[in-house]
């Protein structure tokens, strides 16, 4: 749903023009250094680009689902680095807080985040818990006034930069399974939090990841999104759903970013005495992977549509996020392809966008958990 065209417009206008200008020209910078610019930081905040997503009445732009996924289309024609920064807050950091918390909760925690003077992570995974989410052992015990959280935390997102963590923890132990996990908002400055070396990845340099220690971390039993216990694996769930549109709209930008430039080399580069995008073979790969970029980009926009007007897409949400993050793979290996050596270098940025877009069909759950869901899905609906 699209609020109000008028002004949507003019913010998809200004995402385009500041990708441009200031991000694109940055990328170098940021594969070389790890590190997103501080003044391009600022802007992001200047732009609103923390608030995307929370409403209004606290500080935020209130996006649509739609609309989201628009505005990822524009923000993600450059390295999804950028993105990252700004992904845990506008999306499963601060989503499950706006989805399950209470009003104390939205009124202390958002603001600060929609201004981008807080960094919101998420932390679920675990070393011997990935997509067996349920499965998780970080431990929150009650004291009082308070719960005990012991434990470690794995591939955390913005974890170096959070001022706070939506922490996934078991509070009651004799449950094994989802039912025992309970939901915190965990301010990042309490004692007892450490983390650990960033992790070296295969791409999205400037977007860091480590482990975050739990030791003996006392959290207020206020900070337990929407008070209750043994509700925070469904908030996750309710977070993840969401966050598979999201990353399905951000394969899309990037895959359009891919596409164009590689069309544009194919149309310069010449052998054979003509420009290699008249040879059919080349062609092939060109039509391929415009055809594969319309579809999900349709997809996203489907299934953002029907979560505006309320409906279930959690089934839609896990195709989408299945669909575009292979599609935005395939995407990047044919415009290798067509860049033939020039796209094994690092001279064009082809190869960087190749180890970067890897990520999209590991995290936010795998290829094959999003198959899961979604067969998991069609049964449920035909029973
Ligand atoms: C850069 C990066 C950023 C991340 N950011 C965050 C974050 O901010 N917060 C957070 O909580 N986590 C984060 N993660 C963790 C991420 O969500 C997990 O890595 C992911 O869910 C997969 O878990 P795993 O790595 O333990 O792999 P595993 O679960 O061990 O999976 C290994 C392989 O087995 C397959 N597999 C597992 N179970 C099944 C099954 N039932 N059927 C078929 N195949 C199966 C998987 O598809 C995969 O191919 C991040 C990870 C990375 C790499």
Request: charged fraction near 25%; include cysteine; glycine fraction near 10%.
């Amino acid at each position: 749903m699209i609020r109000d065209t008028e002004t949507m417009n003019g913010l998809l206008d200004s995402v385009r023009r500041f990708v441009r200008e200031r991000l694109a020209p940055a990328e170098e910078v940021v594969a070389e250094t790890d590190q997103i610019p501080a003044d391009i930081v600022h802007d992001m905040k200047q732009l609103g680009l923390f608030g995307l997503t929370i409403p209004e009445a606290y500080g935020g732009l209130g996006l649509t689902m739609e609309e989201e996924a628009l505005v990822m289309f524009e923000l993600c024609e450059t390295a999804p680095a950028f993105r990252s920064l700004i992904g845990t807050t506008v999306g499963i950091g601060s989503q499950g807080i706006l989805m399950d918390g209470t009003a104390e909760q939205k009124d202390r925690w958002l603001p600060p985040l929609a201004r981008g003077d807080l960094i919101a992570s998420f932390a679920l995974t675990e070393p011997e818990s990935g997509s067996d989410a349920a499965s998780i052992r970080t431990r929150a015990r009650r004291d009082g006034e308070h719960y005990v959280v012991d434990g470690t935390k794995r591939f955390i997102t913005n974890a170096p930069e959070a001022g706070m963590f939506t922490l996934m923890a078991r509070t009651d132990p004799a449950q094994k399974g989802a039912s025992g996990i309970t939901a915190f908002i965990v301010d990042a400055k309490t004692p007892g939090i450490s983390l650990g070396r960033i992790d070296r990845k295969m791409g999205q340099k400037g977007a860091h990841t480590c482990d975050v220690v739990f030791d003996g971390v006392r959290v207020p039993a206020a900070n337990v999104i929407g008070g209750v216990e043994g509700r925070g694996f469904k908030t996750a769930m309710k977070v993840l759903d969401k966050g598979r549109i999201h990353i399905a709209a951000v394969c899309v930008g990037v895959a359009e970013r891919l596409l164009r430039d590689t069309l544009r080399y194919a149309m310069e580069r010449k052998q054979f005495g003509q420009p290699i995008a008249e040879f059919q073979l080349v062609q092939a790969m060109l039509a391929d992977s415009r055809t594969e970029l319309y579809a999900a980009r349709t997809m996203v926009l489907d299934a953002a549509r029907r979560r505006d007007a309320g409906e279930d897409v959690s089934t839609e949400a896990a195709c989408c996020k299945y669909y575009a993050s292979e599609m935005v793979g395939r995407v990047a290996d044919r415009a290798v392809q067509i860049h033939g050596g020039a796209g094994y270098v690092a001279d064009h940025g082809i190869e960087r966008y190749y180890r970067d877009v890897r990520l999209f069909r590991i995290y936010e759950g795998t290829s094959q958990i999003q198959q899961i869901v979604i067969a998991r899905g069609m049964v449920r609906q035909a029973s």
